[in-house]
């Protein structure tokens, strides 16, 4: 049987209203669970599970034990008595900056930029001026790091290429009364 397709409407025809949406198809059922194997339920707890006294007290107990044995057998404490007693740092230890002087007690740093391109807090500023001896290039007019910022990575110091900041003083007390104490200036990296 051949369907016969609607005849274009005339020029003075009415168009016919949009069809009605379609009703929307019925949701699918979960599949069923596979017969013969039962899903246990969950055991109820007892108040005084549901409330974790149990464990509050277990925690209290482990708190006790090592407070008595910290109190009896106090040379073994992992504990140090700081201010009178300090920690053996390691060598690689990276702790307060400091910048290198020549022999004449000119600053190492030539002021080539490369600590402070390097460092991933921006806590490094230079300012580079002409140095008045003919075989070094440029000095450090200013030089300034600011300790607040600084993350202690080391990658300013692997970035020098004359060697000229070092993290090897093996000083990690940093407190100050103020801020702009803790921006650290060339006289101040040079003499510590």
């Given at each position: 049987m051949n369907a016969v397709p609607p005849a274009a409407p005339g020029p003075g025809a009415v168009p016919a209203p949009p069809a009605p949406p379609a009703p929307a198809a019925p949701r699918a059922r979960p599949a069923p669970l596979p017969t013969g194997k039962r899903?246990?339920?969950?055991?109820?707890?007892?108040?005084?599970r549901s409330i974790y006294l149990v464990e509050i007290a277990k925690g209290l107990f482990t708190t006790a034990r090592h407070l008595v044995r910290n109190?009896?057998?106090?040379?073994r404490m992992?504990?140090?008595a700081y201010p009178e007693i300090r920690r053996r740092l390691g060598e690689r230890f990276r702790g307060r900056h400091r910048l290198m002087k020549r022999e004449d007690g000119t600053p190492k740093c030539v002021a080539c930029m490369c600590?402070?391109?390097?460092?991933?807090?921006?806590?490094i500023s230079i300012l580079a001026g002409e140095h008045p001896d003919p075989a070094i290039e440029k000095f450090?007019?200013?030089?300034d790091l600011n300790i607040m910022?600084?993350?202690?990575c080391g990658l300013c110091v692997e970035a020098c290429p004359v060697?000229?900041?070092r993290m090897d003083t093996g000083k990690y007390e940093?407190?100050?009364?103020?801020?702009?104490?803790?921006?650290?200036?060339?006289?101040?990296?040079l003499n510590r």
């Open positions: 899903i246990p339920k969950p055991a109820s707890r007892s108040l005084v109190v009896f057998h106090q040379s992992p504990t140090l600590c402070e391109t390097a460092c991933p807090a921006d806590c450090p007019v200013r030089f910022r600084c993350v202690f060697d000229a900041i940093l407190a100050a009364e103020r801020r702009d104490l803790l921006i650290y200036d060339l006289d101040t990296l």
